[in-house]
């Protein structure tokens, strides 16, 4: 494997600078560990993120595909376990559009499951002191669209794809109510994302056997 | 429609008295809107779950089963919107095992979306006072191993088919750390199980086009 | 000791119907264990509530005093340990008032603590399967203003003076954002109350030496 | 002004490596804006938090002493508002002493209120995309006892005395349950008590009039 595509999103509602997007911008270009990242920002459109996803992917043609995405209010980057396809936006698109539970895609499976090595990617952060977890639920607005997306377009291919949720960084945390939202700083996110590119494109064989449910 | 079988599950870990199965043994029996309750309660043994839930099938044989459980930490009644073909067990069964990754059914979808009408359900606890919402996740323990279980087995049936969670209950509440977990008393949450029956046995047509997303 | 005096609040912002004065007004011409409980309802208005409160202790003269209020978000009844002399509103009062840093009572000490057995109150709860904590904050809005008025009127009296804030009844919990915040049933609430009313009136001797503190 | 006593805390329970330690002795000996730093390392010993704050303040003779401390669970650094006169300690100090309802200095006010200016302060942090927050309970555990007793030893002078919460690093976060509790990195928590020094040291007049503020 050498090629990995890594996408953010653009700016919505309260995200006028969006972590993810940041730092699809800042790795798009490098090489880490001996693979090429190209980065690219999708729009937070439900119309336009699978031409925009279909785009990206045949222009990088890629062997990782780690879609990002900032979940104001978690503690810590977050692995997403599985994709399902339903819409259904607590808040409206930019383009003003809430789709309430409509499919992703029409007449396709109900949900994927990541192919990415989460655990083993958890494993590695907690390693160097980064904090994360697998989490259970993608949500259902367009991290959880564009993740499910990337599923369907790559289900035949060895490409393995998966999600990345980001905290809110200090500044968007310092902006909202008493206490404030968790935060970590956009550098250390940024680490973290590498090295989960590292691993996602290095780990060889099974997942690690390693706890990462929940109860509920 | 007029079979209704209702689950719940016994001890397990902190889980003395489980309210989900006290609510199952409260309703066995009664009728509620003309529908006949059968209520069981399965055991917290990911090698039990199956036979006990197939003996409940075989013998209840529903147009309505809804699972119930307990996840302490909430803070009110959820319904879920999708179960998942995995087991990562965050505390052991009642019998010890603690299985990693494992599917709950071999050579099954990777997941089953709920087919009560959920919407509705939470629409008419609203109307009367009762909170509760749509979950996005019924977490990789039991509650979601018997949910999978039942859509699976009844994926070729008209059957309605669907997990409730219940919040704490107060003496459980009480006696863990300050401040306190939410807690719902009993009854309320009986109440609350009363009518998502009444609704997923009565509702007719297309579930309700009312929000219930999640952003992540 | 004979003579209670509860109070609780009007409405105010998001709480048309504050469970705190309907319990103040459930209880209000009771005995309970012998005691005569004088309910009364004041204002959510940073001006009246000085008048309000003098008029209640004046015609009730009590031996106990229990000002009661809502705390939305919280997930079980708490009993306050200390009133300080601030008012810093994070919303308006009723009025329109929204003081920022201003004493509650000018040349008065910076906080007094609670004078009821707090300790006893929890443990009594517990003892009864209703959860319940000694809480370090009673905020800075009108509850702290009443409980600090209240114990900086009675500074010289014997009477035993402190504060008890409720969580959110299910009603309103159902009205605001998913996941809901948490709930308790107002019967349940009300009997918290009681037994609260009950071992203040009743206990003897210092406090109960249990731990009630929190780390930060 | 021209002298800053620093405190942090030793090592406790599963903080093995207390930042708030660590950002003080990595403070110690700078000059901030003209102030020169003496940080110093106090032990979360109930007993030993006198001599040892006492020798501080006696060896730098400080203008502003700002004390910090660990607050695991918190989302961002906080300015308290209030140190109170009791100690309820719900975990042992390293020396295994749990006292229950015993005050921090026998026959001294109940409370004391904070000499920093903390909105002024916290506006300064947001300014720069810092979140943090007014605090409004320091607990009942070493952490109020330290600002408690400074606030006393230093009541008759003119010096500006407070305390600063930090929430846990990255490290500490990736070793506990998922999701993690909420971490920012000593980097920048290093910021932030360093701009609180410039800020307690250079603002004039009284503190900014803006909310900081709870309802409970």
Same mark, same amino acid.
């Given at each position: 494997m050498n090629r990995v595509l890594l996408t953010g999103f653009g700016a919505y509602a309260d995200e006028a600078d969006n972590p993810s997007g940041a730092i699809a911008r800042r790795l798009d270009g490098q090489r880490i560990d001996g693979f090429d990242v190209s980065g690219a920002v999708v729009p937070v459109d439900t119309e336009q %993120?699978?031409?925009?996803?279909? =785009? =990206?992917?045949?222009? !990088? &043609?890629?062997?990782?595909?780690?879609?990002?995405?900032? =979940?104001?209010?978690? !503690?810590?980057? /977050?692995?997403?376990?599985?994709?399902?396809?339903?819409?259904?936006?607590?808040?409206?698109? %930019? $383009?003003?559009? !809430?789709?309430i539970d409509e499919p992703v895609v029409t007449d396709a499976p109900a949900a994927y499951f990541t192919t990415l090595p989460v655990k083993a990617i958890v494993d590695a952060w907690r390693r160097v002191g980064i904090p994360g977890y697998v989490s259970q639920t993608a949500?259902?607005?367009?991290?959880?669209?564009?993740?499910?997306?990337?599923?369907?377009?790559?289900?035949?291919?060895?490409? &393995?794809?998966?999600?990345?949720? #980001?905290?809110?960084?200090?500044?968007?945390?310092? /902006?909202?109510?008493?206490?404030? #939202?968790?935060?970590?700083? #956009?550098?250390?996110?940024?680490?973290?994302?590498?090295? /989960? %590119?590292?691993? $996602?494109? &290095?780990?060889?064989?099974?997942?690690?056997? #390693?706890?990462?449910?929940a109860i509920s």
């Open positions: %993120i699978r031409p925009a996803l279909s =785009a =990206a992917i045949e222009f !990088t &043609r890629p062997d990782v595909v780690i879609l990002t995405g900032v =979940a104001p209010g978690r !503690t810590a980057p /977050a692995l997403e376990r599985v994709a399902i396809n339903v819409r259904d936006f607590p808040i409206p698109d %930019i $383009a003003g559009r !809430t789709p949500g259902t607005y367009l991290c959880n669209q564009v993740f499910y997306l990337a599923r369907h377009l790559l289900r035949e291919s060895t490409a &393995r794809v998966g999600m990345l949720h #980001i905290p809110a960084t200090p500044p968007r945390a310092a /902006a909202v109510a008493m206490p404030p #939202i968790p935060s970590m700083a #956009i550098d250390h996110l940024e680490e973290a994302v590498r090295l /989960a %590119i590292s691993i $996602a494109a &290095r780990h060889e064989g099974p997942d690690l056997s #390693i706890g990462g449910g």
